[in-house]
Protein backbone atom coordinates (compact mmCIF):
# COMPACT_ATOMS: atom_id res chain seq x y z
CA UNK A 1 0.00 0.00 0.00
CA UNK A 2 1.33 3.49 -0.90
CA UNK A 3 2.29 5.98 1.79
CA UNK A 4 1.83 9.95 0.88
CA UNK A 5 4.84 11.58 1.99
CA UNK A 6 4.85 15.03 0.59
CA UNK A 7 2.39 17.24 -1.52
CA UNK A 8 3.55 20.14 -4.20
CA UNK A 9 1.34 22.55 -2.21
CA UNK A 10 2.68 25.41 -4.25
CA UNK A 11 2.54 23.86 -7.83
CA UNK A 12 -1.09 23.25 -6.34
CA UNK A 13 -1.49 26.90 -5.23
CA UNK A 14 0.00 28.03 -8.54
CA UNK A 15 -2.48 26.23 -10.60
CA UNK A 16 -5.41 27.93 -8.61
CA UNK A 17 -4.52 31.22 -8.71
CA UNK A 18 -3.90 31.19 -12.38
CA UNK A 19 -7.54 29.21 -12.78
CA UNK A 20 -8.76 32.37 -10.72
CA UNK A 21 -7.88 34.51 -13.91
CA UNK A 22 -10.84 33.51 -15.44
CA UNK A 23 -13.28 34.55 -12.82
CA UNK A 24 -11.28 38.54 -13.09
CA UNK A 25 -11.70 38.74 -17.10
CA UNK A 26 -15.95 38.03 -16.22
CA UNK A 27 -16.04 40.05 -13.75
CA UNK A 28 -14.05 42.99 -15.99
CA UNK A 29 -16.50 41.92 -18.47
CA UNK A 30 -19.33 42.03 -16.75
CA UNK A 31 -18.23 45.65 -15.39
CA UNK A 32 -17.24 46.66 -18.90
CA UNK A 33 -20.44 46.02 -20.44
CA UNK A 34 -22.67 47.90 -17.63
CA UNK A 35 -20.15 50.55 -18.22
CA UNK A 36 -21.27 50.13 -22.36
CA UNK A 37 -24.89 50.77 -21.32
CA UNK A 38 -25.81 46.70 -21.17
CA UNK A 39 -28.63 47.06 -19.27
CA UNK A 40 -29.71 43.20 -19.09
CA UNK A 41 -28.97 41.05 -16.51
CA UNK A 42 -25.41 39.45 -16.08
CA UNK A 43 -23.96 36.54 -14.44
CA UNK A 44 -21.20 34.26 -14.62
CA UNK A 45 -23.29 31.59 -16.45
CA UNK A 46 -24.81 34.12 -19.20
CA UNK A 47 -21.38 34.83 -20.01
CA UNK A 48 -19.98 31.24 -19.41
CA UNK A 49 -19.41 31.08 -23.44
CA UNK A 50 -17.64 34.13 -23.89
CA UNK A 51 -19.81 36.35 -25.81
CA UNK A 52 -18.90 39.74 -24.97
CA UNK A 53 -19.19 41.80 -27.91
CA UNK A 54 -22.31 39.83 -29.27
CA UNK A 55 -24.17 40.72 -26.20
CA UNK A 56 -23.08 44.07 -26.69
CA UNK A 57 -24.12 44.28 -29.81
CA UNK A 58 -27.18 42.27 -30.04
CA UNK A 59 -28.65 44.43 -27.03
CA UNK A 60 -27.68 47.96 -28.79
CA UNK A 61 -29.29 46.58 -31.92
CA UNK A 62 -32.26 46.18 -30.16
CA UNK A 63 -32.31 49.85 -28.57
CA UNK A 64 -31.61 51.72 -31.56
CA UNK A 65 -35.07 49.62 -33.04
CA UNK A 66 -36.91 52.24 -30.49
CA UNK A 67 -34.51 55.10 -31.37
CA UNK A 68 -37.13 57.64 -33.26
CA UNK A 69 -34.17 59.31 -35.20
CA UNK A 70 -33.31 56.02 -37.05
CA UNK A 71 -29.29 56.38 -36.81
CA UNK A 72 -27.23 53.67 -38.96
CA UNK A 73 -25.97 51.23 -36.24
CA UNK A 74 -22.46 52.88 -36.19
CA UNK A 75 -23.87 56.93 -35.65
CA UNK A 76 -25.98 55.20 -32.38
CA UNK A 77 -23.03 53.74 -30.73
CA UNK A 78 -20.77 56.60 -31.60
CA UNK A 79 -23.29 59.75 -30.25
CA UNK A 80 -23.33 57.44 -27.53
CA UNK A 81 -20.00 56.97 -26.84
CA UNK A 82 -20.27 53.47 -26.70
CA UNK A 83 -17.49 51.06 -28.11
CA UNK A 84 -16.83 47.21 -27.78
CA UNK A 85 -12.57 47.51 -28.16
CA UNK A 86 -12.36 46.53 -24.13
CA UNK A 87 -14.95 43.70 -24.48
CA UNK A 88 -12.98 42.39 -27.59
CA UNK A 89 -10.12 42.62 -26.09
CA UNK A 90 -11.43 40.46 -23.04
CA UNK A 91 -12.97 37.81 -25.03
CA UNK A 92 -9.64 37.64 -26.75
CA UNK A 93 -7.87 36.54 -23.57
CA UNK A 94 -10.94 34.58 -22.67
CA UNK A 95 -11.15 32.53 -25.50
CA UNK A 96 -7.93 31.74 -25.04
CA UNK A 97 -9.06 30.13 -21.58
CA UNK A 98 -11.65 28.00 -23.41
CA UNK A 99 -8.78 26.36 -25.20
CA UNK A 100 -6.95 25.28 -21.99
CA UNK A 101 -6.13 22.15 -21.11
CA UNK A 102 -3.69 20.01 -18.70
CA UNK A 103 -2.26 16.37 -18.79
CA UNK A 104 -2.20 14.92 -15.36
CA UNK A 105 -0.92 11.36 -13.83
CA UNK A 106 -3.11 10.35 -11.31
CA UNK A 107 -0.29 10.86 -8.27
CA UNK A 108 3.03 11.64 -8.67
CA UNK A 109 2.51 13.11 -11.23
CA UNK A 110 5.54 15.74 -11.27
CA UNK A 111 7.79 12.48 -11.26
CA UNK A 112 6.25 10.74 -14.22
CA UNK A 113 6.58 14.09 -16.16
CA UNK A 114 10.15 13.38 -15.28
CA UNK A 115 10.10 10.01 -16.32
CA UNK A 116 8.93 11.16 -20.21
CA UNK A 117 11.86 13.42 -20.44
CA UNK A 118 13.91 10.58 -19.37
CA UNK A 119 12.20 7.66 -21.27
CA UNK A 120 15.10 6.68 -23.65
CA UNK A 121 16.52 5.64 -20.56
CA UNK A 122 15.79 2.27 -20.26
CA UNK A 123 15.17 2.86 -16.27
CA UNK A 124 12.93 5.63 -16.83
CA UNK A 125 11.11 4.69 -19.68
CA UNK A 126 10.66 0.94 -17.48
CA UNK A 127 8.95 3.14 -14.50
CA UNK A 128 6.97 4.93 -17.05
CA UNK A 129 5.87 1.93 -18.03
CA UNK A 130 4.35 1.27 -14.32
CA UNK A 131 2.70 5.21 -14.67
CA UNK A 132 -0.57 5.21 -13.46
CA UNK A 133 -3.49 6.85 -16.04
CA UNK A 134 -2.75 10.32 -17.09
CA UNK A 135 -5.75 12.12 -17.73
CA UNK A 136 -6.31 15.61 -20.34
CA UNK A 137 -8.35 18.25 -18.04
CA UNK A 138 -10.06 21.02 -19.68
CA UNK A 139 -10.99 24.63 -18.22
CA UNK A 140 -14.72 23.39 -17.30
CA UNK A 141 -12.95 20.18 -15.28
CA UNK A 142 -11.46 22.38 -12.72
CA UNK A 143 -14.44 25.74 -12.66
CA UNK A 144 -17.95 24.91 -12.20
CA UNK A 145 -20.05 27.98 -12.85
CA UNK A 146 -23.98 27.97 -12.31
CA UNK A 147 -25.74 31.71 -12.37
CA UNK A 148 -23.50 33.70 -10.57
CA UNK A 149 -21.71 30.75 -8.84
CA UNK A 150 -17.94 30.35 -9.70
CA UNK A 151 -15.84 27.55 -7.95
CA UNK A 152 -12.10 25.96 -8.37
CA UNK A 153 -11.93 22.56 -7.81
CA UNK A 154 -8.14 20.90 -8.88
CA UNK A 155 -7.68 17.43 -7.78
CA UNK A 156 -4.93 17.38 -4.81
CA UNK A 157 -3.70 13.37 -5.85
CA UNK A 158 -1.66 14.64 -8.50
CA UNK A 159 -0.06 17.02 -6.99
CA UNK A 160 0.86 14.30 -3.76
CA UNK A 161 3.89 11.80 -3.96
CA UNK A 162 3.25 8.54 -2.61
CA UNK A 163 5.82 5.74 -2.64
CA UNK A 164 5.98 2.09 -1.69
CA UNK A 165 6.82 0.29 1.50
CA UNK A 166 10.63 0.15 0.22
CA UNK A 167 11.48 3.83 -0.26
CA UNK A 168 9.36 4.59 2.78
CA UNK A 169 11.73 1.98 5.07
CA UNK A 170 14.65 3.95 2.59
CA UNK A 171 13.54 7.81 3.36
CA UNK A 172 12.76 6.40 7.38
CA UNK A 173 16.59 4.75 7.39
CA UNK A 174 18.17 8.35 6.17
CA UNK A 175 16.37 9.99 9.14
CA UNK A 176 17.49 7.56 11.67
CA UNK A 177 21.33 7.54 10.13
CA UNK A 178 21.02 11.54 10.51
CA UNK A 179 19.44 11.43 14.11
CA UNK A 180 21.97 8.80 14.75
CA UNK A 181 24.71 10.90 13.07
CA UNK A 182 24.28 14.15 14.63
CA UNK A 183 24.32 12.38 18.28
CA UNK A 184 27.86 11.19 17.69
CA UNK A 185 28.75 14.72 16.24
CA UNK A 186 29.72 13.33 13.00
CA UNK A 187 30.91 16.16 10.46
CA UNK A 188 28.44 17.46 8.15
CA UNK A 189 30.04 16.42 5.25
CA UNK A 190 30.78 13.24 6.25
CA UNK A 191 26.76 12.96 6.80
CA UNK A 192 25.56 14.28 3.65
CA UNK A 193 27.60 12.39 1.29
CA UNK A 194 26.45 8.93 1.59
CA UNK A 195 22.54 10.23 1.14
CA UNK A 196 23.45 13.61 -1.05
CA UNK A 197 21.61 11.73 -4.05
CA UNK A 198 18.15 11.72 -2.67
CA UNK A 199 18.62 15.11 -1.29
CA UNK A 200 16.71 18.33 -2.70
CA UNK A 201 19.26 20.35 -4.45
CA UNK A 202 18.63 23.83 -3.01
CA UNK A 203 18.14 25.32 -6.20
CA UNK A 204 16.24 22.68 -8.16
CA UNK A 205 13.03 24.25 -7.94
CA UNK A 206 14.03 28.21 -6.98
CA UNK A 207 12.65 27.33 -3.34
CA UNK A 208 14.71 28.58 -0.13
CA UNK A 209 14.80 24.69 0.81
CA UNK A 210 17.75 22.98 1.44
CA UNK A 211 18.08 19.13 1.02
CA UNK A 212 20.20 19.11 4.67
CA UNK A 213 20.58 21.95 7.03
CA UNK A 214 23.73 22.48 8.54
CA UNK A 215 22.15 22.16 12.06
CA UNK A 216 20.71 18.44 10.74
CA UNK A 217 17.25 19.34 11.76
CA UNK A 218 15.96 19.77 8.38
CA UNK A 219 15.62 16.78 5.26
CA UNK A 220 13.83 17.75 2.13
CA UNK A 221 14.34 14.40 -0.25
CA UNK A 222 14.91 14.41 -4.08
CA UNK A 223 11.41 12.42 -4.85
CA UNK A 224 12.52 12.14 -8.42
CA UNK A 225 14.93 9.64 -7.03
CA UNK A 226 13.69 8.51 -3.90
CA UNK A 227 10.70 7.15 -6.51
CA UNK A 228 12.96 5.57 -8.61
CA UNK A 229 14.11 3.05 -5.82
CA UNK A 230 12.04 -0.47 -6.87
Request: glycine share 2%.
Given at each position: ????????????????????????????????????????????????????????????????QNDPAKPTFEKYLDYRGLTDVSLQKLENTYKGWLNFKKDFYK????????????????????????????????????????????????????????????????????????????????????????????????????????????????????????????
Amino acid sequence: MNTKVYNYSTEYNNLINSLSTVKNILDDAKTELKKQRVSIPLNYESLKEGNFVEIFLNYHKQELQNDPAKPTFEKYLDYRGLTDVSLQKLENTYKGWLNFKKDFYKYNNAFYFFCEYRKQDPKYGNLLSKAPAKKTYCLFDFITIKKDNFKIQVPEDPFNVYVNNTQLKFIDNVKKFVEVSKSLNLDYKYIKAPIEPYLLKSDMYNTNQVGLSRDLNEINFDYSNILTIE
